[in-house]
């Protein structure tokens, strides 16, 4: 879930508070519309505090913004699309794997027996 407005507020405020940085209309606007679009604000406030934890100098947008990455979604594969289904119900595709099997073994074949 994005932060709020609210939220990017209090993380701007503890940037200004801490570096004595002045954050005119634009620029304040600029951070918000960022922080709110892609901001995780639990994160964002631990990487802030050790960013101030650590650096004198002062933060950018970057040193501030951390994501929450995208839950995974395992998305199951209807059992008529496996390898396994094709290759007891579908001839055509049984003889192409076939062929293709057969010309790696032969490859492979080839190889071991030049060394």
Do not use: C
């Amino acid at each position: 879930m994005p932060m709020t407005e609210q939220e990017a507020f209090q993380l701007i405020s503890l940037v200004s508070d801490t570096y004595n940085i002045e954050f005119h209309e634009s620029k304040y606007k600029a951070w918000v519309s960022i922080l709110t679009k892609d901001g995780d604000y639990k994160s964002s406030e631990k990487k802030l505090r050790n960013y101030i934890k650590q650096s004198k100098y002062k933060p950018t947008l970057a040193d501030v913004l951390a994501t929450k990455p995208k839950a995974f979604e395992i998305k199951e594969k209807p059992v008529e699309e496996t390898h396994q289904y094709k290759l007891e119900h579908d001839p055509a595709y049984k003889k192409e794997y076939e062929a293709v099997r057969d010309k790696a073994r032969t490859f492979i074949k080839e190889l071991r027996h030049n060394d």
